[in-house]
């Protein structure tokens, strides 16, 4: 079954529902990732933990949202965030946004991972948005191999490695994709091998604001 790797980059105090639905559904959900302010910000806000607890107590995995720049930010920055996010929410995942695709960066990731997993990070997630080299599969638990728009969706191609990895290591987030089309895409992303995905019919600066209504409905067995 498709499982659901949710960018919640929305607030508990504006869409508390979602939030609440989200718990509810542990089966359908793999990973929330959390980012209250593109990454830690400055102070813990405290808003989020009761709808994070929630989650904990649900068993659903929770990842912290961190910009890694395409390997561009420090490294020793992108673990304080870790360390803010453990310190102050409790997670126990990581998601590297805007991670590279490119071998001569994965010395760096992998070096990343390593030091996430020190810190206590079980889960590791990497958001390349496109497929990347082959060699990043083996250091982190769920690769985003696609990020874009639905007619960007359709014409996809999907590299002949990924089928020697577990569908569960791969995710897709697409959006501006009308609800109706919503079983359609589900059932894609199974044909190309990603075991994860989230969908959206939102669009602009962040797509990611809210929990489509139909999006749980769509995947209930």
């Given at each position: 079954?498709?499982?659901?790797?949710?960018?919640?980059?929305?607030?508990?105090?504006?869409?508390?529902?979602?939030?609440?639905?989200?718990?509810?559904?542990?089966?359908?959900?793999?990973?929330?990732?959390?980012?209250?302010?593109?990454?830690?910000?400055?102070?813990?806000?405290?808003?989020?933990l009761p709808a994070?607890?929630?989650?904990?107590?649900?068993?659903?995995?929770?990842?912290?949202?961190?910009?890694?720049?395409?390997?561009?930010?420090?490294?020793?920055?992108?673990?304080?965030?870790?360390?803010?996010?453990?310190?102050?929410?409790?997670?126990?995942?990581?998601?590297?946004?805007?991670?590279?695709?490119?071998?001569?960066?994965?010395?760096?990731?992998?070096?990343?991972?390593?030091?996430?997993?020190?810190?206590?990070?079980?889960?590791?997630?990497?958001?390349?948005?496109?497929?990347?080299?082959?060699?990043?599969?083996?250091?982190?638990?769920?690769?985003?191999?696609?990020?874009?728009?639905?007619?960007?969706?359709?014409?996809?191609?999907?590299?002949?490695?990924?089928?020697?990895?577990?569908?569960?290591?791969?995710?897709?987030?697409?959006?501006?994709?009308?609800?109706?089309?919503?079983?359609?895409?589900?059932?894609?992303?199974?044909?190309?091998h990603a075991g994860?995905?989230?969908?959206?019919?939102?669009?602009?600066?962040?797509?990611?604001?809210?929990?489509?209504?139909?999006?749980?409905?769509t995947l209930v067995?």
């Amino acid at each position: 079954m498709t499982r659901l790797v949710v960018p919640a980059y929305f607030h508990p105090a504006v869409r508390p529902g979602d939030w609440a639905e989200l718990a509810r559904h542990p089966q359908q959900v793999r990973l929330v990732v959390l980012n209250p302010a593109s990454g830690p910000g400055t102070l813990c806000d405290e808003v989020f933990l009761p709808a994070l607890e929630r989650l904990t107590e649900a068993g659903i995995a929770v990842a912290g949202y961190v910009d890694t720049g395409y390997g561009s930010c420090p490294a020793a920055d992108v673990l304080a965030q870790i360390q803010r996010y453990a310190d102050w929410y409790g997670v126990t995942g990581v998601l590297f946004d805007r991670a590279s695709a490119l071998s001569t960066d994965l010395a760096h990731y992998t070096a990343l991972a390593g030091a996430a997993r020190e810190l206590g990070m079980a889960t590791v997630a990497f958001n390349h948005g496109a497929h990347p080299a082959e060699g990043y599969a083996a250091q982190a638990d769920l690769l985003g191999t696609f990020e874009g728009t639905l007619p960007s969706y359709l014409d996809a191609v999907v590299p002949r490695w990924v089928r020697r990895w577990p569908a569960d290591r791969f995710f897709h987030l697409v959006y501006e994709v009308p609800e109706n089309y919503f079983g359609k895409v589900c059932r894609l992303a199974e044909h190309r091998h990603a075991g994860s995905l989230f969908l959206t019919d939102q669009g602009g600066l962040n797509p990611w604001h809210r929990v489509p209504g139909g999006l749980l409905a769509t995947l209930v067995p």
